[in-house]
């Protein structure tokens, strides 16, 4: 019996082979998007890593991980880890053998370490140590060698991940005594620790910058989030095709009712018949997900092996398990899909064709008759077939309901948490503005700076042409004096700067030959350590590389001269306790006013909950003149009704446009299978372009339906917004482009229809 | 004789209150063994209706019906269903066949549905009697509308049935097929021994059954033995 349900179902396939070529394609470009995202996100962020790795010799700059072997954490930041930071970690003790960079490493952090040994063995006590294979050109294994006065036994040769690992390790265990740890403190963020020997104090750098572990701090969260991500992906482009595939096959299985009542009439069950069509759904579903599978390998590959050019690496691995489950998870959400039209046809198709006088003789209710009129004809005919205009409607009214949402991106009203904080900035304040401020929102942490800001100044110092950020009055120099090296101006052109003076931003859009290699910049023949750099992305938001250098020079000196909007000032004093690496440049009121400066002008930040942000703002404007801004970006911003289904522009764009075209193609397939209907209402009586209004009634009803919700919809949003934000324009746009959508998708298949059967009639005619 | 197909009081209506239409109104009928009955009534009397009703596709409003002793209508479905293609054999005016099968596969569908074993000599035997031996491997598209008529009934006859139900088998063909197939059942009806019953609005068809029931607006208005 199975046998006779299987070959059923193929040769089904065979006689309904346009209806199922549509589901195929359907299927086919949605499981080819689905896959080659799904390969893509994951090889590129691989292959990002790598990049960066091996041209920074870090990816990330932060370690946070458990160590495989130990499962001991590493954590950061924090004072209280500092000790097991050194304890667990790689500290470069700056020490120097013969030009070879000398660290200590613990035992048991080896591979986290991605230190392999590849001759000898791990060190055991502190008379040992290993070398790298740059050492190993110079000594042999065993060989004895001096350092700081000790004697070691070099037992074994290692290869290290990358280039910035010292090329020496001692044992740090048994080196390290536990006096060290217990006088520390932390001299700035999380580069130096100070520590007491007993005798001395010492300063050890951690290179914290540059992780020599090759892991990324947040790993464990960022592939969480990749795995959210591309799930919401995969479920995105999953809640599309099901949409789609079940009006697909509604309207096919409405077709092929009468068929499917003869199979029942001739014997065969209704779980016989739903074996039947099922089979042929699913086998056309599997095949186009193979088929998908197989094209989103190749667009993967293709499309990384573009990539592979800018990241100079190439990786391409493929899951199988989560390819496995991925393509079951796919299978499942069609069957159930399919599962409701299919059953539903298959157990009304006896009523539906044999007891289909039913239906004529309900509709003859004379004395309830009402008057027929175009639009409830329209009704009646959106109701005839529901199953296709239900399904038009929910895709239309969760697009609407998104773009409604859309236009609200951005703005406070969406924020998922109206507790979290947000910042309230002045800028450009008069003075009795800022005492206003502090006055009224009067709070410990609020800060107030005083300076005078003007950009586009720029300056010279050391040759080499910058940006002024914050220039300011002598008389607002806030910090203690004792901070201060050197003297405050007491003439005309003398100036203060703060001790991150020497900083310096190269970039390659001003340096293009700027040669950057394993954190070091090479400029003006000199190296220098990267302090820090930003990253650069293209409008796709594409990593495209670091290019921004932030360099020290040597420290800043006095009676040095700069050159500031060409005039020449000369630094007498140095705030040596400058928090911010953009030094502050003081100088005297006289010498200021020669800048292109406004009035003096204050600003100041404080933090308030998102809810009390807007009436903050609100005081603000209409207290002061000065400029009020709010920190609330849309990045931080989550939308409220698809808060875990954040959809791509153009992701919606394309949703908008394959559902667009379907529904057209599905509406003109209905009205060309019904238009001897349309042709009866021609000859009953109605004139062409009646029966077009009747179908303008259609859009128009439809769209009503669609309308409603969303103005709940935005009616619940203006409630639960502090702030009546409505974007007029942009709604209106939205509507407009919901009707039109209804417009395009009832008209032109009909329009179509009727200009090919009316040249048919004309043609009989001639005939 | 025995009776095979019995129906007690058979009401199927339409529509609601005032509006209410009587499809079947309160039928009974006795259908004996090995009879051949024709139902004839005008356009809209109700005779599709009872024969569906009687075949146990569409339920009725109120009332029984019986075959071969047991009540059709207190089957599930699925046991229906099951009853269906071993005792009861169809042979509509559209919509007949299926037209991915072959001839043949199409004759012996009800039998591979019910995973029945198929008796050879029997099946060579109507494919024959219904001179279908040359056309046993074609497709349907390749019949004509008399060729497939005479396919329904092999199907019908194929499973050995124990009443055949043909609803206006002959209103979509000329006269010569029209006589050809009505032959062709009676035929079968002779030499298997079938029950017969058949729905036509052509007297003339209806003049070779052996009992002719007239229906009208739903109600059994003449019912003639012509044996």
């Not at chain 1, 007498?572 to 010498?591: A, L, P, Q």
């Amino acid at each position: 019996m199975s046998h006779t349900i299987n070959m059923l179902a193929k040769r089904n396939i065979q006689k309904y082979k346009k209806h199922y070529l549509i589901v195929l394609i359907v299927l086919l470009i949605v499981s080819t998007l689905i896959f080659s995202s799904f390969f893509i996100v994951d090889n590129l962020y691989q292959m990002k890593k790598n990049y960066h790795i091996s041209t920074y010799g870090s990816w990330y700059t932060r370690i946070e991980n458990i160590d495989e072997q130990t499962k001991k954490g590493i954590e950061i930041y924090s004072k209280d880890y500092f000790k097991d930071i050194i304890k667990y970690g790689y500290v470069d003790f700056q020490g120097k053998y013969d030009n070879y960079q000398v660290g200590h490493i613990e035992k048991n952090i080896y591979s986290l370490c991605r230190v392999k040994i590849i001759k000898g063995r791990k060190i055991q006590n502190d008379q040992e140590i290993l070398i790298n294979q740059k050492v190993s050109k110079k000594y042999k294994l065993y060989d004895q060698i001096e350092i700081e006065g000790k004697n070691y036994t070099i037992v074994g040769i290692i290869q290290t991940a990358n280039k910035n690992l010292p090329d020496i390790y001692t044992n740090l265990e048994t080196y390290q005594t536990k006096d060290y740890y217990s006088n520390m403190s932390v001299l700035s963020d999380n580069h130096y620790i100070q520590f007491n020997d007993g005798n001395n104090y010492q300063e050890i750098e951690i290179h914290y910058d540059y992780n020599p572990y090759g892991y990324d701090q947040n790993e464990i969260h960022d592939q969480v989030e990749k795995a959210t991500n591309q799930l919401q992906q995969t479920f995105e482009f999953i809640i599309i095709i099901l949409f789609v595939l079940f009006a697909l096959t509604s309207t096919s299985l409405k077709k092929r009712m009468k068929e499917m009542a003869l199979y029942r009439g001739i014997g065969m069950t209704t779980n016989q018949l739903m074996m039947m069509v099922m089979q042929e759904n699913m086998l056309i579903s599997f095949l186009s997900i193979l088929i998908g599978l197989l094209i989103g390998v190749c667009v993967s590959l293709g499309y990384l092996y573009l990539q592979s050019k800018t990241y100079h690496t190439f990786i391409y691995q493929i899951s199988f398990k989560e390819t496995l489950f991925l393509v079951l998870v796919l299978m499942s959400c069609i069957f159930i899909t399919i599962l409701i039209p299919i059953y539903s046809s298959s157990k009304n198709a006896l009523a539906g064709t044999f007891d289909s006088k039913k239906f004529n003789y309900i509709q003859v209710r004379y004395k309830k008759l009402k008057k027929q009129t175009l639009a409830s004809l329209a009704t009646r005919e959106l109701w005839a077939n529901k199953r296709m205009n239900i399904c038009f409607y929910v895709f239309v009214l969760i697009l609407s309901l998104y773009g409604l949402v859309y236009f609200y991106q951005g703005h406070p009203i969406q924020t998922k948490d109206q507790n979290e904080q947000s910042q309230v900035e002045l800028i450009m304040a008069t003075q009795k503005e800022a005492n206003l401020f502090l006055k009224e929102f009067s709070q410990n942490d609020i800060i107030i700076n005083h300076h005078y800001i003007d950009e586009g100044i720029t300056m010279t110092y050391r040759e080499i042409p910058q940006s002024v950020y914050k220039l300011c009055q002598l008389y607002y120099y806030q910090s203690n004096k004792d901070d201060l090296k050197g003297r405050f101006p007491q003439k005309s052109h003398e100036i203060v700067v703060g001790n991150h003076f020497n900083h310096v931003i190269l970039s390659k859009e001003w340096y293009p030959n700027l040669k950057v290699e394993a954190n070091q910049v090479t400029f003006k023949g000199k190296k220098y350590r990267v302090e820090s750099s930003t990253s650069s992305h293209n409008d796709q938001g594409n990593y495209l590389g670091d290019d921004n250098y932030e360099i020290a020079l040597d420290e800043v000196k006095l009676n040095e001269k700069v050159i500031i909007a060409g005039e020449e000032y000369t630094i007498v004093g140095i705030n040596e306790n400058e928090y911010y690496n953009d030094s502050m440049i003081y100088m005297f009121e006289d010498d200021l006013k020669r800048f292109n400066t406004s009035d003096e002008y204050y600003s100041g930040y404080h933090w308030y909950p998102i809810k009390d942000v807007i009436k903050v703002e609100k005081f603000m404007k209409k207290h002061y003149k000065a400029r009020v801004y709010e920190m609330v970006t849309s990045d931080e911003l989550s939308v409220s009704l698809f808060s875990t289904l954040n959809i791509p522009k153009h992701l919606l764009m394309l949703a908008l446009a394959v559902g667009f075209i379907l529904m057209m193609f599905l509406n003109y397939n209905h009205i060309e299978n019904n238009y001897q209907d349309y042709l009866m209402y021609h000859i009953i009586g109605l004139s062409y372009r009646e029966i077009k209004i009747k179908q303008v009634w259609k859009s128009i009803k439809m769209f009503l339906c669609t309308l409603i919700p969303c103005v709940f919809y935005e009616l619940i949003l203006l409630r639960g917004s502090i702030d009546h934000y409505f974007p007029i324009a942009q709604l209106m746009i939205l509507v407009g482009i919901i009707f039109l959508v209804y417009l395009c998708v009832y008209n032109i298949p009909l329009l179509i229809v009727l200009k090919a059967h009316q040249n048919e009639e004309i043609r009989k005619e001639d005939n | 004789m025995n009776v095979i197909l019995e129906a007690k009081d058979i009401v199927k209506t339409y529509g609601y209150e005032d509006n209410k239409i009587y499809a079947t109104n309160h039928i009974d009928l006795q259908i004996e063994e090995g009879s051949f009955v024709a139902i004839v009534g005008r356009s809209g009397s109700g005779k599709s209706t009872l024969l569906h009703i009687l075949a146990g596709l569409v339920k009725p409003t109120k009332g029984e019906v019986y075959l071969e002793g047991k009540s059709l209508y207190e089957m599930n479905d699925h046991t229906l269903t099951r009853f269906r293609r071993r005792r009861m054999g169809f042979v509509f005016q559209f919509f007949n066949l299926i037209s991915t099968q072959n001839v043949l596969e199409n004759i012996v569908l009800p039998i591979h549905l019910d995973d029945g074993e198929i008796d050879d000599d029997y099946l060579n035997e109507i494919i024959n009697l219904l001179g279908l031996e040359e056309k046993k491997n074609s497709f349907i598209y390749e019949l004509s509308g008399g060729q497939q008529q005479r396919v329904a009934l092999a199907r019908a006859l194929a499973s050995k049935p124990a009443i055949i139900f043909a609803d206006e088998p002959t209103g979509n063909l000329d006269a010569k097929s029209s006589k050809e197939v009505v032959d062709l059942l009676k035929i079968a009806q002779r030499k298997y021994h079938e029950t017969v019953i058949l729905v036509t609005h052509d007297q003339e068809i209806a003049s070779i059954a052996d009992r002719v029931i007239t229906i009208e607006d739903g109600k059994i208005i003449q019912d003639t033995n012509h044996i």
